[in-house]
Nanobody, 116 residues
């Protein structure tokens, strides 16, 4: 079973930046075949996919983060990154990575809190 380990969350003031990383414990071959995404779940809301990157590195974003967040991947390291700039209080959530569509297993997530 694939394990996903996210890191890099924390507390930041509005306008600040954070970088999240996610390492997948799977073979490089399998990781390289999958589109990967970042999901987030705010308190009282459903988990949502807001950024994805194809196996070839083409990104796609939800309107809520477009122009502020950048998703990237390093297939040699089985790692997906999320650079978050110009953070807003409404970005406060638990952040997860998974394939797109998501697999059964989820990581522990990373809490991101943006203070106003």
């Amino acid at each position: 079973q694939v394990q996903l380990v996210e890191s890099g969350g924390g507390l930041v003031q509005a306008g600040g930046s954070l970088r999240l990383s996610c390492v997948a414990s799977t073979s490089r071959l399998l990781f390289g075949l999958k589109s990967m995404g970042w999901y987030r779940q705010a308190p009282g809301r459903q988990r949502e996919l807001f950024a994805r990157v194809t196996r070839d590195g083409d990104p796609n974003y939800a309107d809520s983060v477009k122009g502020r967040f950048t998703i990237s991947r390093d297939n040699a390291k089985n790692t997906v990154y999320l650079q978050m700039n110009s953070l807003k209080p409404e970005d406060t959530a638990d952040y997860y990575c998974n394939s797109v569509p998501p697999g059964v297993n989820w990581g522990q997530g990373n809490q991101v809190t943006v203070s106003s």
